[in-house]
């Protein structure tokens, strides 16, 4: 029972981490329709920034409100990049979707690179504040703390994304775009204040996806974001493109999957067994979990 | 000495678009009053809705067009539609995951006050509905949706895409009774294939075929002479009640 509780939560800690990324990507893919491979950068960025920021920023640190403060700085570092690269390579680019991969699959390989120019190769052990040390006694199950922290941040994230798309007007733009942009277009609206809004919100996302995986993983590496960006992508593909609520419940699923198989079977195979869902989903669901109402972005 | 003519409010010239290597508008010039209804008229392909997404700058185009004396050729979609142009499009363009009120309070423009009460008036059925998803709703709603949303700010043009298409006839009457409304205050251009509509609520009509304009007039002295329409629309019979040709659903 008590490694059923453990595989549970840690499936939905890494299911939590996987929407952080996905949800992001899911927007900007549903409203611009680009596929940004750079995403997985934007949290290699936060991750980064959050770790300079434990060891150097004046007011920040590696625990209590001095680490919030380093996340709150590799959130608004992984923003500013997903902004620039909005505004400088995306928006020249719109419509065409090749190019628009070959920049996002050049920034994807450039930043990891400029990072290990920068920090090397090798792990660097990421700031582990007290209140997430440990863990917590659940059911018989010795579980990491920090998993909680996770979903307890990504399940804020939904919250807001909802909130976001129910209560504000950019929201209504954003769900509206996702639907018919041009429409959205003729009704006077400049959807591209909405593209740079979608592509910062989704970078923020990223980059406390960056910040917490290193919670998560203990380290940071120059690539984990390019390796997380797999998964997410393929969270997005069985959630359905276009709905938030699909990519959390996708999220989980692939994060449930992975642990279980990886425990049941051969540690590693978790990763084929996902790959499998995705199969059967793309087989009997076209649209993803989301399905008919793959529109809707809420 | 005679006044001179009034400038037209839309003026478009020498309109090309190419869609994957097609040449589907090839020169379409035609000019629209600042009153009454023009309706825009052809076959089925012929390029009508092509045209009024090229004047919207929906598709890539060449050519000229100038709106209220402003040349809008390069501005864009949104800049266009600020000016002042209301869009209902065939598809009636409506956000299915929306609801009805979120439809109209997107088409809210800055600086104007909504006419809730306009809409209202027109289509009570849009104030009971409203919190309804617009994906819901049957063909006739959702075109009063579409008509509802331009009408909700003070535009200077409506066009007007097959507003009757697919729609069952006690909800077409509907909808040509509310287009004959609009057209009494905003100018409108009417994309149609419901001749009975146009006769009734159009003043001057522009017929493309092959994505060029074949002939501009009086509705009714194109609609009079069966030989001329029928050579022109492949129709003949324009005095039938306003029912769509293609039947539809309510």
Known sequence: MSTVVL??????????????????????????????????????????????????????????????????????????????VELGVIRPL?????????????????????????WGADPL???????????????????????FLLIAVAGLVLAGLLLFGSRTRYGLIVRAGVEDRAMVTALGIDVRKSFTLVFAIGGAAAALAGALGGLYFGVVTPFQGTSL?????????????????????????????????????????????????????????????????????? | MSAAPAAPLLDVADLHVWIEGSHILQGVSFTVADHG??????????GKTTTVKAVLGLVPRTGRTVFAGRDITADPTHAIASLGIGYVPEDRGVFAGLTVAENLRLAERRGQTPRYELVHDLFPELAKRAAQPAGTLSGGQQQMLAIGRVLLNENRLLIVDEPTKGLAPRVVAEVADAVARVAEEVPVLLVEQNLALVRRVAGQAVVVDAGRVVHTGAVLDLLDDAERTRELLGVSRTSAPATHPQGGTA
């Open chain 1, 94 to 118: 719109y419509g065409r979707h090749r190019e628009q991969i070959l920049v996002t699959v050049g920034l994807s390989l450039a930043v990891p690179a400029l990072i290990q120019a920068v």
């Open chain 1, 229 to 298: 960006l797999i998964f997410a992508f393929i969270v997005v593909v069985i959630g359905g493109t276009t709905s938030t609520v699909g990519c959390a419940v996708a999220s989980v699923a692939v994060g449930m999957v992975q642990q279980f198989a990886n425990y049941y079977t051969v540690a590693g195979l978790g990763d084929i067994a996902v790959v499998i869902v995705l199969a059967a989903v793309l087989l009997t669901r076209q649209g993803g979990l989301a399905g008919a109402t793959a529109g809707r972005v809420a």
């Open chain 2, 37 to 46: 209804v023009t309706s825009l008229l052809g076959r089925n392909g012929v």
């Open chain 1, 125 to 147: 052990t990421f700031p582990r504040p007290a209140l997430v040390s440990g863990t917590v006694s659940l059911l018989g199950a010795a579980i990491p703390t920090d998993r």
């Open chain 1, 7 to 84: 595989l549970v939560v840690t499936g939905l800690g890494l299911g939590a981490l996987y929407f952080l990324i996905a949800s992001g990507l899911s927007l900007i893919f549903g409203l611009m329709d680009v596929l940004n491979f750079a995403h997985g950068a934007f949290l290699s960025i936060g991750a980064y920034a959050t770790w300079w920021a434990s060891g150097h920023l004046p007011g920040a640190g590696s625990d209590g409100f001095g680490f919030l403060v380093s996340v709150a700085f590799g959130v608004a570092a992984g923003t500013l990049a997903a902004t620039l």
